[in-house]
DNA sequence: CGTGCCCTTGATGTGTTTCAAACTGGGTGG
DNA sequence: CCACCCAGTTTGAAACACATCAAGGGCACG
């Protein structure tokens, strides 16, 4: 099960303007095709950067929509907050997601968009995307395959959150969290979690505790090595057992 | 909170060309803005009907995706297969709601659409409505609009899995149901559901009996009427004030 | 008029939450 | 440099919500 927007992604080789243009890391590959007369257009587009600290917001619900963003480099979350009050995180977004596309709708923002680290997006204009989507239809084709991916994604965590136990919940987070690492060309099987236990608890629809509980018992089955934000999978394969069998 | 793709667009008045070719009940109000160039021709595009069986899918998970469908009359779920083979629904959708957006990304289906009444779609050749979407801004916004709004919905009902219990989520199941009818002419409290308590349980992530549970206590605290599958809101205050308190 | 599917209700079991307490590590200021 | 502080984490015990198991009942359909 994939649980994010960029993991069933094709794998496309990075043209040599996206290289230069610095968005090697993430950017813009799930819209930017080799050899595509839209490419270096596109990259223009994109060409605003923003940089958002930890903590901070990149946008609140409500805001009026005008950008959307790619992230480039570090963590999002993205929230919804209930009538009481409580906030609850929907996903985790790493270099390469979109954000904001679930205000399209409505023109304003349906979501918060908050850093958990450090981070830079690169901000599209919206209109002008649209302008560019007049042009090239194999770009726009694209976006909807974007838009389209973000409902997949949405009904397998739907998927998670009404038919999964806790632990499969947390093993099937670690293994999408660290694919999606991977794809990115970090390490094969070590992390160290940018998030809180209650921030992780919160997408699963677990309390911050039933989540550490579940680390402690992947670490003594022999699963996993978890000290605080660290986490090293020790076996993948036991991993997906739990997750998919 | 919202847990369908309809409940929050626009009510346009409908374009005659619309109530000549009978889809005033549902049909493509959420494209066929009154006065546009290209209502004409997506209607005419939309020409294509197809009757689905009590029980029959219209398309199953894997197959190519060729046609988008709007539902004409009639109910359909949407199911995503587990890995142990279970199967969990994923929405309910009734008449001006379309189906197969997922599917968009793989160029194949990503769910399994089944019939819970005889029923009737108007089917779209997505080649075809690319073409138009190429020809005019305006529908190719108002598309992406449809596919951030399933968006939202999805993102709704994982706040829904993740952070309500069991008597909120069934509230919230029935006023969300109702409003939908009462948007299409429907009658403004009393509802025969089409599911059974099984599927109502597999979309809320509870079990059968949990879903029955619930019917029976609010029907003891005086908010429902509940016989069977024929259900009447006798104190929608009260159950709004359960659903969002 | 029976048969089967669906629904309801009760008794019991279990996984997750809640409440509480102790521990850890990073950051700050004395 | 060390002591302190505090947010985050771990762990245990008890409570609770929902699931499971089981039995009976109603309705539609052949």
Redesign the pocket.
């Known amino acids: 099960m994939s649980l994010n927007p960029a993991s069933t992604r094709h794998v496309e080789p990075t043209p040599a303007c996206v290289e230069r243009s610095g968005l090697t890391q993430g950017g813009l590959q799930q819209l930017v095709v080799p050899d595509q007369a839209y490419s270096e257009r596109l990259l223009a587009l994109a060409n605003g950067r923003r940089t958002v600290r930890r903590g901070a917001p990149l946008y609140r619900s409500g805001d009026r929509l005008s950008q959307l963003y790619v992230v480039d480099s570090g963590l999002f979350k993205t929230c919804l907050l209930h009538e009481d009050g409580r906030s609850q995180v929907t996903g985790f977004h790493l270099s390469g997601d979109w954000l904001g596309l679930d205000g399209i709708v409505s023109d304003s923002h349906h979501s918060d968009a908050v850093a958990l680290e450090d981070a830079q997006v690169c901000t599209i204009d919206y209109n002008e995307l649209e302008a560019l989507l007049h042009e090239f239809p194999d770009l726009r084709r694209q976006f909807q395959r974007i838009l389209s991916r973000e409902i997949v994604r949405s009904t397998e965590m739907m998927q998670l959150l009404g038919g999964m136990?806790?632990?499969k919940r947390v093993a099937t987070f670690l293994l999408d969290l660290t694919q999606r690492l991977r794809e990115r060309g970090g390490p094969e099987t070590s992390l160290v979690?940018p998030m809180?236990?209650?921030e992780i608890g919160s997408c699963l629809?677990?309390?911050?505790?039933?989540v550490?509980?579940m680390?402690?018992k992947l670490r003594k089955a022999g699963v996993l090595d978890?000290?605080?934000?660290h986490v090293q999978l020790v076996d993948v394969a036991a991993l997906q057992q739990i997750a998919h069998g």
Chains 1, 2 share one sequence.
């Open positions: 136990c806790a632990e979690l809180t236990r209650e629809g677990l309390k911050l505790e039933t550490s509980r680390f402690s978890v000290t605080q934000r």
